[in-house]
């Protein structure tokens, strides 16, 4: 399955398929990418970043692809499992910035 | 070690009640960060503290006062909250300002009366 921007905050997964979410920032300038995980009454976890020279980084069952063009990031998971439930936040920073501007979260369900 | 530890895990206060929250970071970072997060919405940054000094407010109401007493400590002083301020308080800190990732702890669930 596949969100399509974080205006579908909701993704249902079958256990087992790769899941993606998607995520479209706002700022052009910004050159640091950061997914994150967050389960529910916890702190959200870190999961992969990424810098605006790079187009892809591949972690530990997840993939993040980024668009600078269209100004689009993804996170891929492959074999979703049902611990991977949890709302996924993309975040954007400009380097030399001290915020980060997190956008507003998809919550991964997994069927099954 | 990539932890940030917070205390109280939960705490309930009255809106004359004067309370603290507590963060602490053992990574040697350099900037430590407030947020509050109310439920089904991404965090909201609160304070940015960049070596020792505050460096970012974020338009936040006087009733909620940081201090950092040191590198490692991150405090969040509570006076006079109203019920809307009941919310998910989360720290979090990172190596500096630049392309870093920050790193959160559990949080204070905090419930205003």
């Known amino acids: 399955g596949e969100s399509v921007g974080l205006h579908l905050p909701t993704l249902s997964v079958q256990e087992g398929d790769n899941s993606i979410i998607n995520c479209a920032y706002s700022?052009?300038?910004?050159?640091?990418f950061i997914w994150y995980k967050q389960e529910s009454g916890k702190g959200p976890q870190f999961i992969i970043d990424i810098r605006s020279n790079m187009d892809k980084r591949q972690g530990q069952r997840v993939t993040v692809l980024l668009n600078k063009t269209v100004k689009h990031l993804s996170l891929q998971i492959a074999a979703t499992q049902p611990g991977d439930s949890a709302v996924y936040f993309c975040a954007e920073k400009y380097s030399s910035a001290s915020k980060i501007i997190f956008g507003s979260g998809t919550r991964l369900s997994i069927r099954p | 070690d990539t932890e940030v530890t917070q205390t109280p895990k939960h705490l309930v206060m009255g809106m004359t009640n004067k309370k603290s929250l507590k963060c602490e970071q053992h990574?040697?970072?350099?900037?430590m960060y407030w947020y509050k997060q109310k439920a089904k919405k991404p965090p909201e940054l609160m304070f940015v503290?960049?070596?020792?000094?505050?460096?970012i407010n974020e338009s936040v109401p006087s009733r909620f006062s940081p201090e950092c007493p040191n590198s490692s400590l991150l405090n969040l002083h509570l006076h006079a909250l109203q019920p809307e301020d009941s919310a998910l308080y989360l720290c979090?800190?990172?190596?500096?300002?630049?392309?870093?990732?920050?790193?959160f702890g559990p949080g204070t669930r905090l419930t205003v009366l």
């Open positions: 979090a800190s990172s190596p500096g300002g630049g392309p870093y990732t920050q790193y």
């Open positions: 990574m040697g970072h350099r900037a």
């Open positions: 503290y960049s070596y020792e000094k505050l460096s």
């Open positions: 700022n052009s300038a910004s050159d640091y």
